[in-house]
């Protein structure tokens, strides 16, 4: 075996300590010139003291993987492990790095703790990793490298200094080679431990997985047993079965190399429960490697990896239908059986036609359904009873109005969609395309759907995409499908349950394609989830600047042409609507100066505004908007307009031609990303302030004294955000701390509404 090429001196801290604790390592004797006569018996240097019994735990893995991504990682720890439980210190351990560009470390390549031979034990991952990197302090400033996210606990005190040779994640090996070295190093400095007697290492042999086959996933119930099988040895190795669903739990059993174990059902439906979890199958050697400090324990192994899909207890396929549709759903329940007495309930708009057991497996079923050309979209709970035994899955049958489209062939077949939302999933898709998208740093390994949509040449589409928790949607829009290089637009910002939205302007008019994706951590997530998609084009920039005008106030408008205006073009060629009056029009190319009054009872809200353009009439449709209340974008604006006049009652306004200028607000753990509208406030020190905010809209309402510095300056004990849709917010006696000027604040928590949005606005000042 030749290791001494892993090293990598970008992945490697230059821990000087590491130099310093084990300076005192063997090399050539030095003459300790206690004589006149060179090389006599008195030239020769005292062997050193060990620092511990055990000077350093060394994990050496060959890590098995498809298609030649083998590689040996190689790490560990040197100190003094007197106190510590090497029972616990499990070769997975491995070197972690953080405050670099570099991962933190592989979730799958932490340090479990070793049970006794022939037990098992399920770990509780959170409560076995309350770690922080904050509480190491034996590092020398250096890149920070840590010995793991489970071994560093151990490792956390003054007597202990970590290396690392090379990292998991840029292999540097192809496996286990014959004959060779195996040396340790810091960053650019020499070796510091070296072994070079073949004897001195005891490598097992490969791990060779039969069930499941390695880097493959099946499907197996949760509520029943598993059995791991592997080809076993002859070279004395133990075997280390590893179950583990992301940051969540561990399942953890050292049996003897027999050639199976066996995961008991209560720890797969119990722990761990429904869901995609890894599995980890190694076989390993332990050798002590004397040195003069302190014997080195070295811990070999290979391993092979699997991953499991854990089933639900109740299980549909297809679980998902469209209205009118009349078909079969396989139907398993791991839990009971099922029988001519078996009842299901999918719900209302749903007739279960009939339930025929299988005769060769008592825990399924084919079920014939029709649904009706009314029923209802979206997801519902399916109830099966047999007897005295009864089964309620939720979310468990989802009813669509778009067919899922796992192919550019299929998304092509369906036709680009039209505006409007659907209901489809991702169940039964596979992950055809997970990486290399062009505006995406990461992969999304959920299954995904593919659907064509016809978009125009500057007219704005909005797409957004829901999965329920524990789905977690991401959307892709592709110029080319099945290219994920031609992304011209992502969105993977949220989380389990969140929406995912693409605002996108295409410059050419053409065929595109949105992907509904989706990413899971094992424990976390899902990878196929019924989701709520929606497209529709929003509404096109006014060409009226501003694109309001205030009741009872005269305001300068602008007019925009994409060709020149004729030159006679007068007040009277221009209607602003009723109770709006054009006092002069100017025309001067493709800008037309109109001064205009609103009326004071003028009705709100969006109106069409003409232009007779020589013998050409010109119908601008809901270009200008009528407004009790300015519609100021910034505090600027709002300095500009002066403090807002208001009047004894409730102010009816609308936001148009605003944008998001204000996102992260310091008054809310939440950041505000939608459109806002500013209104300027002259105070005195003692006033009580009291704003009531009513939209249809999820609406927020918040005071800052500074639009530069909003998540500073915004006062929480003035600020509201406690409603969803339609829901009022409110400010209540807020008591003016300082005379000056402050702005008040309308904004929406929702970054989609590229449009005009009606509020009704109530302030008193006493």
Not at 279 to 304: C, F, K, N, T
Not at 564 to 579: C, F, I, K, T, Y
Request: hydrophobic fraction near 40%; glycine fraction near 10%.
């Amino acid at each position: 075996m030749h290791l001494t090429q892993l090293g990598k001196a970008s992945h490697i801290a230059a821990l000087f300590a590491l130099s310093a604790l084990l300076g005192a390592c063997p090399g050539e004797p030095a003459d300790d010139d206690d004589s006149s006569v060179a090389g006599d018996d008195d030239d020769s240097t005292a062997p050193p003291v060990p620092l511990a019994d055990v000077l350093g735990v060394v994990n050496l893995t060959n890590v098995r993987q498809p298609e030649g991504t083998d590689y040996v990682d190689l790490g560990g720890a040197f100190g003094d492990f007197a106190g510590v439980d090497l029972g616990l210190v499990n070769p997975t351990a491995y070197m972690g790095s953080w405050g670099t560009e570099t991962p933190l470390w592989r979730l799958d390549l932490g340090s479990w703790p070793l049970p006794a031979l022939g037990e098992d034990l399920v770990l509780d991952l959170f409560e076995y990793e309350p770690w922080n990197p904050a509480d190491q302090t034996w590092w020398d400033a250096g890149d920070r490298i840590a010995v793991g996210p489970y071994l560093s606990l151990r490792y956390a005190d003054d007597t202990v200094v970590g290396y690392q040779v090379d990292d998991p994640l840029t292999p540097g090996g192809q496996g286990w080679t014959s004959g060779g070295a195996v040396s340790f190093g810091t960053s650019g400095g020499a070796e510091i431990v070296a072994w070079t007697s073949p004897a001195d290492l005891a490598l097992p042999q490969d791990m060779e997985l039969i069930a499941p086959l390695p880097s493959g996933m099946i499907e197996t119930p949760s509520a029943q047993q598993f059995t791991v099988q592997w080809n076993p040895k002859s070279d004395g190795a133990v075997v280390t079965v590893v179950l583990f669903q992301g940051l969540n739990v561990s399942y953890i059993a050292n049996v003897p190399d027999s050639g199976e174990h066996t995961i008991p059902s209560t720890v797969l439906h119990d722990d761990f429960g429904a869901g995609p979890v890894n599995l980890i199958v190694s076989r390993m050697i332990e050798s002590v490697v004397p040195h003069p400090q302190g014997d080195v324990l070295l811990r070999a192994r290979s391993e092979e990896r699997a991953e499991l899909m854990l089933l639900e207890d109740l299980v549909l396929a297809p679980a998902h239908g469209s209205a009118g549709q009349t078909f079969d759903v396989d139907v398993r329940w791991f839990t009971g059986s099922i029988d001519a007495a078996t009842v299901l309930d999918f719900g209302d708009g749903v007739t279960v036609d009939s339930v025929t057991p299988d005769v060769n497996d008592p825990q399924r079923a084919t079920v014939a359904l029709t649904l009706s050309e009314e029923v209802e979209l979206g997801s519902r709970t399916v109830t099966l009873t047999n007897g005295g035994e009864s089964i309620e899955a939720l979310d468990a049958f989802t009813i669509l109005n778009l067919d899922p489209a796992d192919t550019c062939a299929s998304a092509d077949a369906l036709g680009p969609l039209d505006q409007g939302t659907y209901i489809s999933t991702t169940d039964g898709l596979e992950n055809s395309v997970s990486s290399g998208w062009a505006c995406l740093d990461w992969s999304l390994n959920g299954s995904d759907a593919v659907y064509a949509v016809q978009l125009e040449a500057g007219v704005t589409v909005r797409l957004a995409a829901t999965m329920a928790d524990p789905g977690d949607a991401a959307l892709v829009l592709l110029s080319t499908c099945g290219a994920p290089e031609t992304a011209v637009a992502c969105a993977d910002d949220g989380f389990e349950g969140d929406t995912e939205e693409i605002l996108f302007t295409p410059e050419a008019t053409g065929t595109y394609y949105v992907v509904v994706d989706g990413y899971f951590l094992s424990g976390f997530g899902s990878p196929s989830s019924p989701f709520e998609l929606t497209v529709e084009e929003l509404e096109a920039a006014s060409p009226v600047t501003p694109p309001w005008i205030v009741t009872g106030e005269t305001t300068d408008l602008s007019i925009e042409s994409e060709t020149a205006w004729d030159a006679g073009v007068g007040a009277a060629d221009v209607d602003l609507g009723s109770d709006v009056t054009t006092n002069t029009a100017t025309a001067s190319s493709t800008t037309l100066a109109v001064n205009g009054t609103a009326g004071t009872s003028a009705a709100t809200g969006p109106r069409d505004v003409t232009v007779q353009d020589g013998p050409t009439e010109v119908v601008l449709e809901s270009a200008l908007y009528v407004t009790q209340l300015p519609s100021n974008d910034t505090c600027a604006a709002a300095d500009l307009w002066g403090p807002t006049g208001w009047s004894a009652g409730t102010d009816t306004a609308w936001s148009a031609g605003t944008t998001n200028a204000l996102d992260d607000t310091g008054c809310f753990a939440w950041t505000s990303p939608g459109r806002e509208v500013v209104h300027a406030l002259d105070l005195v020190v003692g006033d009580s302030l009291t704003a009531t905010l009513d939209s249809v809209e999820d609406s927020q309402l918040y005071v800052v004294t500074d639009c530069g510095d909003v998540a500073n300056t915004c006062i929480s004990e003035a600020s509201s955000d406690v409603g969803f849709d339609g829901e009022t917010e409110s400010i209540t006696d807020w008591v003016v701390p300082a005379t000056g000027r402050y702005y008040l604040v309308v904004d929406l928590f929702v970054a989609s509404l590229n449009r005009a949005w009606e509020y009704d606005l109530t302030v008193d000042v006493q």
